[in-house]
């Protein structure tokens, strides 16, 4: 802690324990303590931590060739593509490497299908993204964030984009009549503003408000995806893994990262269909490590593990008694207000403002009685635990929360 402390920027404030080794839904601490890991690394851990097939592939593939960069073919790549598509069910896939490179290429894709295909007067292209988003940390997706850290400091800001409230098709609709906008940027549920889980028919609202406009949905999943709500996809919680979208929220644009490697690597991706990912000629974007051999076999045995180990099943059912035990805890403690989520990503609002210290401090209580977690706000705690979690490790989870925000509230 003191190297990092005085070695490296300052830009985190982490919870005071330091992680050494990690199984599964556990990590264990210098001192040999044991935890669990109820963060996942902001949801990129679905499948466990070390998971023995992604480590497996990645071991194998590192001594073998880890990059080549896209001036020349390698041999996974191709298999790699092939699987990405026919999992999500989309024509082409754009390998990058971490969430925010996909959002920004995702609004490059955007743009450029917009004067190319839409024709949209140059220069002139609007996207339209939601009140309390989390896209990343680039120049140009904290251009138009509206959490006032993300942004202090940080300007000028890249044009072309208009905030509306998160949840409201009607302003989406009022936004969507400017003939500029090429795309509607949006989580299925915003991870980082507090776990807001938006009314059930909002994405097949917007994707039908978007077809009508002739506006691409672009569907940001990075902290959504690969099983974390209860489905593959928070955009469509019928589709499965290599089926067929029903066509209510299918997205013209899907943004994946993090569980994409379930924590092993950096991989992210954006799928689309040809009528959107053919107006990108070479020379117009890359990355040297996006698509290198190592993530595209990282990729494929975390997407394995999801598939064969039922990772979305599983977060439906325990989502729904992890909440159970929350609304129990609620009903006994007026500390806690309300849970919200689907699946394994879940909040709990505290009963207290937005810039007090009590979600901190009932994770420094939580850490101490045997389990990680990190508010999002002052008065929101985010309990998102690895996917491979059992009922029992559930019951047992749920009732360390208890006891904590029990004695924390007996306090006060
Ligand atoms: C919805 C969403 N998009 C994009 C990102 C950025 O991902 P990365 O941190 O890998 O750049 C995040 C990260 O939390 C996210 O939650």
Redesign the pocket.
């Known amino acids: 802690m003191a190297l990092e402390n005085e070695h490296g920027a300052h830009n985190y404030h982490p919870l005071p324990v330091v992680l050494d080794r990690g199984e599964g839904v556990f990590v264990w601490d210098l001192e040999g303590v044991r935890y669990y890991d109820f963060l996942s690394a902001?949801s990129a851990v679905n499948q466990g931590h070390c998971h023995p097939r992604i480590v497996e592939a990645m071991v194998e593939q590192t001594r073998k060739l880890t990059l080549t960069s896209r001036a020349f073919y390698n041999s996974v790549l191709g298999a790699y593509e092939r699987y990405m598509t026919a999992f999500f069910a989309f024509d082409k896939v754009l390998p990058m490497n971490?969430?925010?490179?996909a959002?920004e290429t995702a609004i490059k894709l955007a743009r450029k299908w917009g004067y190319d295909v839409k024709g949209v007067p140059a220069n002139q292209a609007v996207i339209v993204v939601c009140d309390g988003n989390?896209?990343?940390?680039t120049t140009t997706i904290v251009s138009f964030s509206t959490d006032g850290d993300a942004t202090g400091g940080f300007g000028p800001f890249t044009p072309g984009f208009k905030i509306i409230p998160y949840n409201d098709l009607d302003a989406l609709k009022g936004a969507l009549a400017d003939p500029n906008v090429v795309g509607f940027l949006v989580?299925p549920i915003q991870?980082?503003a507090g776990v807001f889980t938006p009314a059930d028919d909002y994405m097949s609202g917007a994707r039908s408000l978007c077809s009508d406009a002739n506006v691409l949905l672009m569907a940001?999943e990075?902290?959504t995806g690969i099983a974390r709500t209860g489905s593959l996809l928070a955009s469509e919680p019928g589709f499965t893994h290599g089926g067929s979208w029903d066509g209510l929220s299918k997205p013209d644009l899907l943004i994946l990262?993090?569980a994409l490697s379930g924590g092993a690597y950096?991989v992210?991706a954006v799928l689309a269909d040809n009528a959107v990912m053919d107006v990108i000629h070479p020379g117009q974007h890359g990355s040297t490590f996006g698509g290198n051999p190592v993530a595209a076999q990282v990729a494929i045995a975390a997407l394995d593990v999801v598939r064969d180990e039922q990772l979305s099943e599983r977060a439906l059912r325990l989502g729904i008694r992890f909440r159970a035990a929350m609304n129990d805890l609620i009903a006994d403690c007026s500390l806690i207000t309300k849970v919200r989520g689907r699946g394994l990503l879940n909040a709990i609002l505290i009963n207290d403002t937005e810039d007090s210290s009590t979600a901190w401090d009932i994770c420094v209580a939580l850490k101490e009685n045997g389990l990680l977690a990190k508010p999002t706000h002052g008065n929101i705690i985010r309990f998102a635990p690895p996917l491979v979690i059992t009922a029992e490790q559930i019951d047992e989870c749920a009732a360390i929360i208890r006891k904590t925000v029990l004695e924390i509230a007996q306090k006060r």
């Not at 971490?98 to 490179?101: F, K, L, M, Q, R």
């Open positions: 902001y971490t969430g925010a490179e959002v989390f896209h990343g940390r989580e991870g980082e940001d990075v902290q990262g993090k950096p992210s």
